[in-house]
């Protein structure tokens, strides 16, 4: 299993484990000492029953370790894996009743922790489309502080102090008591010169206080301001202090406060009242599942057998490894479109998600038929920008132009839907790839004086800096606060404030915990990264360019790389002579790659076989023909 080191943890939970275990085991368990005979062995998996993110395995295994040293402890999925309904978790063999006694306790550590930090990915992917991160608070399970914190990492949040004695936290009650902030400020120095201070204010005029101490203090906390209140605050603020926004926090307005700009969203919810992740353990022998698998890849390949030419997998770099195995073309999005291009099969069987499916049906020749395995694999990226939005904003940016047609070029990255690559073709625009933004925004630079580039704010921005276009001159869209004529006037980039909720996790301070672990690592990140990762990064790259990288790098060299954890995996296990790791501690799967299952894959196959086909994924000709164009222009470079 990879993650961070989990020596504390365990430390932290060992007398939590012994506590329940006693609490639990009582006398015995007699139920199962009159069913099963002391010696019977069997295996057992943990399953979900619902789709979350998984943390605590750690513990999990101790629980079961404390109870019976040889029984056989397997992880099946990383700590902080997102997993979907009837996923396998943990592989455990041992003694029956062994097994059976641990079940539960294991099991209520697993699902409380796991349903923290499925909580907390939803709350991140929430605030993907901005630079906010999400913070949890010191509302933990009694006794529970560093297992519910840690499972906020998992989820892909930051952990706030841990306790009292970490960082001084100025409240109300502090201020009224003392008689105002710079007192409260002064106070605390004196006692203790080097602890960091937080600072909460309740409107702008305490915040104007905070801002004036010197030396500046390291965090303000903007408790329960609305949003109008917020952007002042951020707009005051002028980047000098870190700033946190607190109270009222529900999903319902999270967005909204992420756009605000501040840096930190804390979070009660995600640990006070986190709904525990339904996972159950069920005896099996390893033999059924192993020749269950067997049986059905083996359907599979009779399957495609059957088919002959008339079908092609394609498989995307971030698929399961056993869907890459069954694929004819392995590839990125565009090497696969390429591929489905070329092929003369009549059925392209799209391992990967929607946009893909969209991108390749829309470049199908007559009588072509494309199919997603799974109807539901979507790209989070993707559903960030959705046509009346865009419509809106384009409508909205024609105000500030006499012909907005002279002035703005449309540029959609590839993961976007089948309408706003429409939309591009039907104004000029074009579509781009990671691989060929440059080329497109320089070519589109040329021909007018700005572009609107959506939905991925952190490749369009890494995309103009390497151009050489500064800061000042690129503008985030944002519907909530919109920009001046002046504004406007001087920007040449405006992006959408898309982000990929994957490569969204990488994070400044994951290069320096790296870089001082491997001093001699060379990192490379995907350009979805966000633009600080970027700049720290020694390298950059789009999925082929970072797998053509490493494939031609000389034996013994050592990468992080900032991309989807499969394909980093895979990379490790083509280059045994390398080392290779996830640039993240915990390191992140696109969950909508996973969907794509062997059961999936197998249901369209045989459908095909039958003449039936599931879950075809068909463009309007229109829409088809106007999304043509933006590819067209696109190729054309
Ligand atoms: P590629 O176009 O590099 O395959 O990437 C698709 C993607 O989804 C990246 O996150
Ligand atoms: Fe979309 Fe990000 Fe997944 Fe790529 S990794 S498919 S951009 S969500």
Same mark, same amino acid.
């Given at each position: 299993? +990879? ?35 002391? =010696? ?17 395995? %750690? ?82 399970? %009694? ?43 002064? +106070? ?99 033999? @059924? ?154 070519? @589109? ?9 959506? %939905? ?28 001046? %004529? ?56 789009? @999925? ?34 390398? @080392? ?26 045989? =459908? ?9 994924? +068909? ?19």
């Amino acid at each position: 299993m +990879k993650t961070e080191n989990h020596d504390n943890l365990i430390v932290a939970g060992i007398h939590l484990i012994e506590l329940a275990l006693s609490e639990d085991l009582g006398e015995g368990d007699p139920t199962s000492s009159s069913i099963f005979t002391e =010696g019977e062995v069997t295996t057992a998996y943990i399953r979900a029953k619902k789709p979350g993110v998984i943390a605590g395995l %750690p513990i999990a295994q101790e629980v079961f370790s404390r109870v019976d040293p040889n029984i056989i402890f397997t992880p099946l999925v990383d700590e902080g894996q997102p997993v979907i309904t009837g996923e396998k978790v943990a592989q455990i063999k041992g003694r029956v009743m062994s097994l059976l006694s641990a079940e539960r306790v294991a099991l209520n550590f697993l699902q409380r922790m796991s349903g923290i930090a499925t909580i907390t990915a939803v709350y991140v992917d929430a605030v993907s489309c901005s630079d906010a991160r999400i913070l949890d608070t010191r509302k933990t399970c %009694p006794g529970h502080r560093i297992l519910d914190k840690y499972a906020v990492r998992m989820g892909g949040g930051t952990n706030h102090r841990m306790n009292l004695a970490e960082m001084a936290l100025v409240k109300d009650n502090h201020i009224d008591s003392v008689g105002g902030i710079r007192q409260a400020v002064e +106070k605390i120095r004196a006692f203790s010169a080097n602890l960091p201070i937080e600072i909460e204010v309740r409107t702008l005029s305490e915040l104007h206080e905070a801002l004036s101490l010197e030396p500046p203090i390291d965090r303000i906390l903007l408790d329960n301001m609305n949003c109008h209140t917020l952007r002042q605050a951020v707009a005051i603020n002028n980047s000098r202090v870190i700033l946190e926004a607190s109270g009222n926090v529900g999903l319902e307005n999270i967005g909204e406060i992420a756009a605000a700009g501040v840096d930190y969203i804390s979070v009660g919810q995600i640990t006070h009242s986190a709904e525990a992740l339904d996972l159950s353990m069920k005896v099996d022998t390893q033999q @059924t599942e192993n020749v269950q698998k067997r049986k059905m890849i083996e359907h599979i390949r009779t399957n495609k057998r059957r088919l002959g030419k008339k079908a092609v997998i394609l498989a995307h770099h971030y698929q399961r490894d056993e869907i890459v195995e069954l694929g004819d073309f392995r590839g990125d999005s565009l090497e696969l479109v390429r591929s489905a291009e070329k092929t003369d099969a009549e059925y392209i069987v799209f391992c990967g998600v929607r946009f893909m499916a969209e991108t390749a049906a829309i470049l199908a020749r007559n009588g072509q038929r494309v199919l997603l395995p799974e109807q539901g694999a979507g790209c989070y990226l993707a559903d960030t920008a959705t046509e009346d939005d865009v419509r809106k904003a384009w409508s909205l940016l024609s105000e500030y132009f006499a012909d907005i047609e002279k002035e703005i070029t449309p540029i959609t990255y590839v993961n976007s839907s089948a309408t706003l690559k429409a939309f591009c073709g039907s104004h000029g625009g074009y579509v781009c790839t990671s691989a060929n933004a440059s080329r497109v925004l320089r070519k @589109t630079l040329d021909e007018k004086p700005r572009a609107f580039f959506f %939905p991925d704010q952190h490749l369009g921005r890494n995309t103009a800096a390497d151009l050489g276009i500064m800061d000042s001159e690129i503008l985030v869209w944002n519907c909530h606060y919109l920009p001046s %004529p002046a504004d406007i006037q001087k920007t040449r980039v405006i992006l959408w404030p898309g982000a990929c909720n994957v490569h969204k996790r990488f994070q400044p301070e994951h290069i320096d915990i790296i870089r001082k672990k491997l001093p001699d690592v060379k990192i490379i990140v995907h350009p979805e990264c966000i633009r600080s990762v970027v700049q720290l990064a020694d390298e950059t790259g789009s @999925t082929s360019a970072i797998i053509k990288r490493v494939n031609e790098s000389p034996p013994g060299i050592r990468w992080a790389i900032g991309t989807e954890t499969r394909l980093v995996k895979r990379l490790q296990r083509e280059n045994p002579d390398k @080392t290779i790791v996830s640039l993240a501690p915990v390191a992140p799967y696109c969950p909508t790659m996973s969907y794509t299952t062997l059961t999936s894959l197998g249901r369209v196959l045989e =459908g095909l076989v039958e003449d039936h086909l599931h879950n075809e994924v +068909k463009v309007d000709s229109e829409i088809a023909t106007n999304a043509r164009l933006a590819l067209e222009r696109m190729l054309s470079l």
